[in-house]
């Protein structure tokens, strides 16, 4: 199954994993940016990133993404959300145009934040620096110093398709094998197996070939996969919100200046227009000031 996250777990050995592939949700990301090559191929990573995160919390909420690169970068950010129903949405926000480089080329010293939003509870973030090894070896020491918890994680990203494959310990309080039964070769076993997978074979391979190409010799227990897609949250009232976020000042002052006040949206590349009529509503807060229909 293409745009799906497809999570394991080896038997016996208190390890868990979790395979995505992105097809058409990382092409629906893209479709109405003209992104160079190598920021199609940042954010892919960056998705399929979050897919993978998004998966292994215990949480209804949402997860974010955020790459902010150094003064002067050409990518200065990086921002995904993942939801809980399986959606992701993401942008990136570079100048020029890069054509090459990775993550450390392209943003430099950088840091990444993983925010969590649960429902109902308290706010998580968590920081660290970015790796020169790319994100995959960031998200590893997120793992290991937030987390406490050794991962591998190896991501591709040709432009168009994006995969992920993450190999993680069970936190402590879901770990069913006692400390004299463990196996001590086990860490170093599936890490060697999944070090074998090629990018290329991420990317096309469908899940039960990988799985059963690497690790046909463990005893695996394959959950039911979860579909994944694109989808924006923009609409004309969240919009409104902003602009009355902004101030009565400074929207009145677009509006004398260009004739209308028009938005767009950073995900899906909507475009929202408010004329005066449409400016005049929401910023007299009134319910429903949706603004003139999206159009792309």
């Not at 968590?126 to 994100?135: H, S, Y």
């Not at 005893?219 to 902004?246: H, K, M, N, W, Y």
Request: glycine share 10%; charged share 25%.
């Amino acid at each position: 199954m293409s745009d799906s996250s497809q999570r394991f777990l080896f038997e016996d050995l208190d390890l868990r994993g979790e395979v995505v592939q992105l097809d058409e949700t990382l092409k629906t990301a893209c479709a109405n940016h003209s992104y160079p090559a190598a920021i199609a191929r940042l954010l892919g990573e960056g998705m399929a990133a979050a897919a993978l995160m998004r998966a292994t919390i215990r949480t209804d909420g949402t997860l974010t993404l955020q790459v902010e690169g150094e003064e002067g970068a050409a990518v200065s950010m990086v921002l995904v959300h993942a939801d809980p129903e399986g959606t992701l949405r993401g942008t990136v926000r570079y100048q020029g145009e890069p054509r090459e480089g990775g993550l450390a080329r392209l943003c430099g010293a950088g840091r990444l934040a993983i925010t969590i939003e649960p429902e109902n509870g308290q706010r998580y973030q968590g920081i660290v620096g970015l790796d020169e090894n790319g994100l995959a070896a960031t998200l590893e020491g997120y793992f290991h110093d937030s987390e406490q918890l050794p991962s591998r994680l190896h991501l591709a990203c040709d432009g168009e398709r994006a995969g992920g494959m993450l190999i993680q310990q069970l936190p402590p309080e879901s770990r069913s094998v006692v400390e004299r039964e463990r196996d001590p070769d086990a860490w170093a076993r599936i890490g060697y197996l999944a070090e074998t997978l090629s990018d290329r074979e991420l990317l096309e391979r469908d899940h039960h070939e990988i799985l059963h190409r690497l690790f046909h010799q463990e005893t695996v227990r394959v959950f039911e996969a979860q579909p994944l897609a694109f989808r924006c949250r923009c609409s004309g009232d969240r919009i409104a919100a902003v602009l009355r976020g902004l101030g009565r000042e400074e929207v009145e002052q677009v509006l004398a200046e260009e004739g209308a006040v028009e938005v767009r949206c950073e995900f899906c590349g909507a475009r929202y227009r408010y004329d005066s009529v449409d400016v005049a509503q929401v910023l007299a807060d009134v319910a429903a000031a949706p603004g003139s229909d999206s159009y792309h």
